[in-house]
């Protein structure tokens, strides 16, 4: 155990007081003091909501506390929907609430029967002052935190504002269920979030969180209106919900949410805990779980660990995963309800359904479990025939016809030979094209050889590659009927040059290199890459023609889908993105003027490609740097193609700078594909980090996509997508099994089923 005799806690929420009882119980001699500025029965907010999980680390670390939350817990397991009128609901969910005061009680009172000391109505002392004469600083101080601001060179926090304004009430009676409603007013869109946590002797109560988007809250006049004319307001929007009863205010002022981020958690003997370290939008109820969660966490990492220090750096490393992990569930949660607006047109159920599923933490074969009707309903609205999985529901692009929805994600190979597709490719994508998948995707296929990103680089500018191409469709034809193969158009520009990935991703070739072209003479690595020369206006009609004549030759080599490649840095994106194309003339400045020269390669290779084909773009939805490319900005570029005959977008990110900062995290591209899809009604396909298959029915369900493209799961596994339909037990004509591979579509039995069970039990 670190010998902390005397331990200071500057905050007295749960996390701090929850500490403090624990801190106090491990050591009875321990002197703990809690500094809180507010009275005891001073709290904001109204209930708050504890997972099972939590409550049964709580069990475990002090039944005490676990008794008296468990007698005063509001159970329920339904969520109600309430969409234009119509209200759905889904079961099996399972939620525990209470109110925050009656926590902040209990939590008060099981300190004081340990003897530590609760100074209420007292400002604390500064973090720097208590660590010099505590053992241990626990910063509780929420949010606000004066300790991470006194400290911010070494805690290095960011602190992220979001687009919508909210504001916590309560009303005074329990709500059935856990209820979401849209109020779709002459302002936009409002949304209701709203639970019971108090049904009892003393009264029954709800917490009702009212969000919208700040020109939204700006546009209806809250910001003129004071708390009660504000909680008047709000119950009269939300009537129906409310059943014409009032809402209660409590210091409710209107707030837009902050996502807090630290790089250190800890300094010296000072450590953060719950909203100081780390925030999580309300949207998946975790502020009160995480504080709570790290409490423990310390709590035992102290008793495990002889040194502070090692104490200290074994709870964030503890933590710090599932924070993370929790703050990305959160982003996603937060951002599907600042673009509630875009998903109103959806089928009911399929709004439900999304919004159930928006946090990923809730998936497709999860609700699957906790509610069958409903999710049976979700499917058959999509168009699941029975037994059939969304992503084994086929999908029409002009004249091509997917038998599924999984698509092999274009994937670098840096395998050719002077550009020529060999032996190496006729194995690789005619394996993933046997795996089942509806679509395959060839690698960036250059249509020049200054337009290779490497030497290993796969062409398509001479009769000898086109020649190789053809092998390989023929046999996809061949030995995969019914499934599609694409190829993927593309010119380097300025990331052009360099060694292969696995020598040095980005390294330029020491020898044997070409010149650099792009839309501003901008080196992608300055100070390492060449600086490229600026493309004048014969160089752009040379360059047109090499993509028009590559397009011609793919044609003729028998693919089914052409992809015009406009992002990830290479030629066509330096043109789209405001940190890369600086030119002052008519292919630079506004959004419209950087569209122009990747449309008239467009427009080029649609005049000659067969009208029945589809052509898809692949673009960088952000460039994940300030000043890039915005999701605004996404949608426009997407307008354009979709308006000049483009069949699909496929929404990548990022890869335009090599300062770049992506938010990565499990499909953490998909809501770039879902913004434009639900604002421009187009097809799109998803990319980025999406490996499961259940994560692909949920995208599909939610309406977020309408195809996956899946690249690392396809190099695990090139039968991906036939052991997806085995897993799921559908054997239907979406994913058939090669002849030859039929007798592996059943898992090979493995190790001794002989043993005899046991019968009977003597005693």
């Given amino acids: 155990?670190?010998?902390?005799?005397?331990?200071?806690?500057?905050?007295?929420?749960?996390?701090?007081?929850?500490?403090?009882?624990?801190?106090?119980?491990?050591?009875?001699?321990?002197?703990?003091?809690?500094?809180?500025?507010?009275?005891?029965?001073?709290?904001?907010?109204?209930?708050?909501?504890?997972?099972?999980?939590?409550?049964?680390?709580?069990?475990?670390?002090?039944?005490?506390?676990?008794?008296?939350?468990?007698?005063?817990?509001?159970?329920?397991?339904?969520?109600?929907?309430?969409?234009?009128?119509?209200?759905?609901?889904?079961?099996?969910?399972?939620?525990?609430?209470?109110?925050?005061r009656r926590l902040l009680e209990i939590l008060h009172k099981r300190c004081a029967s340990l003897g530590v000391r609760l100074r209420f109505r007292t400002e604390s002392p500064p973090a720097a002052e208590?660590?010099?004469?505590?053992?241990?600083?626990?910063?509780?101080?929420?949010?606000?935190?004066?300790?991470?601001?006194?400290?911010?060179?070494?805690?290095?926090?960011?602190?992220?504002?979001?687009?919508?304004?909210?504001?916590?009430?309560?009303?005074?009676?329990?709500?059935?269920?856990?209820?979401?409603?849209?109020?779709?007013?002459?302002?936009?869109?409002?949304?209701?979030?709203?639970?019971?946590?108090?049904?009892?002797?003393?009264?029954?109560?709800?917490?009702?969180?009212?969000?919208?988007?700040?020109?939204?809250?700006?546009a209806a006049g809250f910001g003129d209106l004071d708390e009660r004319q504000s909680a008047e307001r709000c119950a009269g929007i939300f009537a129906d919900a409310l059943g014409g009863r009032p809402l209660r205010a409590n210091a409710s002022s209107w707030s837009a949410f902050r996502t807090v981020v630290n790089e250190r958690w800890s300094h010296g003997n000072t450590v953060l805990i719950g909203d100081a370290a780390h925030t999580a939008h309300f949207s998946v109820g975790s502020g009160t779980k995480l504080a709570v969660e790290d409490a423990l966490a310390l709590a035992a990492c102290i008793e495990e660990r002889s040194e502070l220090p090692d104490a200290l750096a074994a709870y964030e490393n503890e933590r710090r995963p599932v924070v993370e992990s929790t703050q990305r569930a959160a982003a996603a949660s937060l951002r599907w309800f600042e673009e509630l607006a875009t998903y109103t047109d959806q089928p009911?159920?399929?709004?439900?359904?999304?919004?159930?599923?928006?946090?990923?933490?809730?998936?497709?074969?999860?609700?699957?479990?906790?509610?069958?009707?409903?999710?049976?309903?979700?499917?058959?609205?999509?168009?699941?025939?029975?037994?059939?999985?969304?992503?084994?529901?086929?999908?029409?692009?002009?004249?091509?016809?997917?038998?599924?929805?999984?698509?092999?994600?274009?994937?670098?190979?840096?395998?050719?030979?002077?550009?020529?597709?060999?032996d190496f490719h006729l194995v690789h994508l005619g394996a993933r094209a046997l795996g089942g998948a509806g679509l395959v995707m060839t690698e960036m296929v250059c249509v020049g050889p200054e337009g290779r990103i490497t030497p290993g680089c796969a062409g398509l500018y001479n009769r000898e590659q086109g020649d190789g191409w053809r092998r390989v469709t023929d046999f996809v034809h061949a030995r995969s009927p019914g499934t599609a193969i694409g190829v993927q158009l593309g010119h380097a520009g300025r990331k052009g040059a360099t060694r292969v990935m696995w020598e040095g991703m980005d390294e330029p070739l020491p020898v044997g290199g070409w010149p650099l072209v792009a839309a501003s003479p901008l080196p992608y690595r300055p100070g390492v890459s060449e600086v490229p020369h600026q493309l004048d206006r014969r160089q752009l009609d040379t360059i047109r023609e090499q993509f028009t004549a590559a397009a011609r030759r793919a044609q003729r080599c028998g693919f089914d889908l052409l992809e015009l490649h406009c992002a990830h840095g290479y030629l066509l994106s330096g043109f789209l993105s405001p940190l890369t194309n600086r030119r002052t003339d008519a292919y630079g400045g506004?959004?419209?003027?950087?569209?122009?020269?990747?449309?008239?390669?467009?427009?080029?290779?649609?005049?000659?490609?067969?009208?029945?084909?589809?052509?898809?773009?692949?673009?960088?939805?952000?460039?994940?740097?300030p000043g890039g490319t915005t999701p605004e900005d996404a949608v426009e570029i997407a307008r354009a193609f979709v308006a000049h005959g483009a069949d699909a977008i496929d929404v990548s990110t990022g890869q335009v700078v090599a300062d770049e900062r992506p938010e990565f995290g499990r499909s953490y591209q998909t809501p770039f594909a879902d913004l434009i899809r639900n604002t421009l009604s187009v097809p799109v396909i998803a990319v980025g980090a999406i490996s499961s298959w259940d994560d692909v029915n949920s995208l599909l369900l939610a309406g977020r996509t309408d195809l996956c493209a899946l690249?690392?799961?396809?190099?695990?596994?090139?039968?991906?997508?036939?052991?997806?339909?085995?897993?799921?037990?559908?054997?239907?004509?979406?994913?058939?099994?090669?002849?030859?591979?039929?007798a592996g579509s059943r898992t090979p039995p493995a190790g001794r089923a002989d043993d005899p069970k046991p019968r009977l039990t003597l005693r």
């Fill in 590 to 625: 506004s959004l419209t003027a950087r569209l122009r020269f990747p449309l008239e390669v467009f427009d080029a290779i649609r005049a000659d490609w067969p009208d029945d084909r589809p052509m898809t773009v692949r673009i960088s939805a952000t460039d994940w740097a």
């Fill in 1 to 100: 155990m670190a010998r902390v005799p005397r331990v200071a806690v500057i905050g007295g929420g749960p996390g701090g007081l929850y500490a403090a009882a624990l801190l106090k119980r491990l050591d009875p001699g321990r002197e703990i003091t809690v500094w809180e500025r507010n009275a005891p029965d001073d709290t904001f907010g109204f209930g708050v909501v504890l997972s099972d999980e939590t409550l049964g680390g709580i069990e475990h670390a002090d039944p005490v506390v676990h008794r008296a939350l468990q007698a005063e817990f509001v159970r329920w397991d339904t969520i109600d929907i309430v969409h234009r009128g119509r209200t759905l609901t889904s079961g099996g969910h399972g939620f525990a609430a209470l109110g925050r």
């Fill in 711 to 742: 690249a690392r799961p396809h190099l695990h596994d090139p039968q991906w997508t036939l052991h997806a339909a085995a897993a799921q037990g559908y054997e239907g004509p979406a994913a058939p099994w090669p002849a030859p591979y039929r």
């Fill in 348 to 422: 009911p159920r399929q709004f439900a359904f999304g919004l159930l599923t928006r946090s990923r933490r809730v998936t497709h074969d999860n609700l699957r479990l906790r509610d069958p009707a409903f999710t049976r309903a979700v499917e058959r609205d999509f168009g699941c025939p029975p037994g059939t999985p969304p992503m084994f529901t086929p999908f029409r692009l002009r004249g091509l016809t997917l038998r599924n929805r999984v698509v092999v994600s274009p994937m670098d190979m840096y395998s050719a030979v002077d550009g020529v597709p060999g």
């Fill in 130 to 218: 208590l660590a010099t004469t505590h053992d241990l600083v626990i910063a509780a101080d929420g949010i606000h935190s004066l300790t991470r601001e006194a400290h911010a060179e070494v805690f290095a926090p960011t602190i992220t504002t979001h687009r919508c304004r909210y504001v916590w009430l309560a009303a005074d009676f329990a709500l059935d269920a856990f209820r979401f409603e849209i109020a779709e007013t002459e302002h936009g869109v409002m949304q209701l979030h709203g639970y019971p946590y108090a049904n009892g002797a003393a009264g029954a109560r709800s917490t009702v969180i009212v969000e919208m988007r700040e020109e939204v809250w700006r």
